[in-house]
């Protein structure tokens, strides 16, 4: 299994709403990130956790909370968002490890399309 | 972070070798490079990752030379299902940690018949 799932596909909130977005891996790996990608522009880096703890938070807004409650699955909460928040939120994992033959490669999920009216 | 420059776009047609250059400057000695592919609507693929001289498997060809402040990525006989996007990264391949990898612009790639 070499797939990062992501859910839901679509998803539209209100700027009052709280929903969250859901991925989950099981390759084994211990990284996982969430990365933010606005039409025609590159994906955005927002938080890197490693073994189920966040490493890296891009500055981004508190309105965003990741969650990584096991090795398998991470979480984005989204609450009080902003319409220029609307965008394709991609999950990606890597292998994280001690292992020299690992590549660092990135798995990602094919992304949760966010719509914030 | 090393940062990377890359053509906006390109075009070529079918049955074509393809080859995107990506200027990396300021990369660092334990830094790799990496291409990803990405299609509109999904999320990126990796491609190729090296870090000197030449690699090659069996979709792509990476070409560094030996100062490694550029890249060369070659597609041999692009199809149109090669018309993507595609992205050069310049990161450390720490074992024990995840990657810090931030995306550069991107090439659009566009393959005609």
């Known amino acids: 299994d070499t797939e990062v799932t992501q859910t839901p596909k679509h998803l539209v909130m209100g700027m009052t709403n709280k929903k969250s977005l859901k991925c989950e891996q099981h390759?084994?790996?211990?990284?996982m990130y969430w990365y933010k990608q606005k039409a025609k522009k590159p994906p955005e880096l927002m938080f890197v956790?490693?073994?189920?703890?966040?490493?890296i938070n891009e500055s981004v807004p508190s309105r965003f909370s990741p969650e990584c409650p096991n090795s398998s699955l991470l979480n984005l909460h989204l609450h009080a968002l902003q319409p220029e928040d609307s965008a394709l939120y991609l999950c990606?994992?890597?292998?994280?490890?001690?292992?020299?033959?690992?590549?660092?490669?990135?798995?990602f999920g094919e992304g949760s399309r966010l719509t914030v009216l | 972070l090393a940062k990377t420059t890359q053509p906006i776009s390109m075009d070529s047609y079918e049955g074509q070798e393809v080859n995107i250059t990506c200027s990396h400057n300021?990369?660092?000695?334990?830094?790799?490079i990496t291409w990803y592919q990405q299609f509109p609507s999904q999320g990126p693929r990796f491609i190729i990752q090296?870090?000197?001289t030449k690699v090659t498997n069996e979709v792509a060809s990476l070409f560094i030379p030996a100062d490694r402040k550029s890249s060369t990525l070659s597609l041999p006989r692009v199809s149109l299902s090669d018309t993507a996007v595609y992205y050069c990264?310049?990161?450390?391949?720490?074992?024990?940690?995840?990657?810090?990898?931030?995306f550069g612009s991107g090439t659009q790639l566009t393959v005609l018949p």
């Open positions: 090296g870090y000197k």
């Open positions: 990606a994992s890597s292998f994280g490890g001690r292992d020299r033959t690992n590549t660092g490669e990135l798995f």
């Open positions: 300021n990369i660092a000695t334990n830094d790799y």
């Open positions: 390759m084994g790996h211990r990284a």
């Open positions: 956790y490693s073994y189920e703890k966040l490493s």
């Open positions: 990264l310049v990161g450390r391949l720490s074992s024990g940690s995840a990657r810090q990898l931030t």
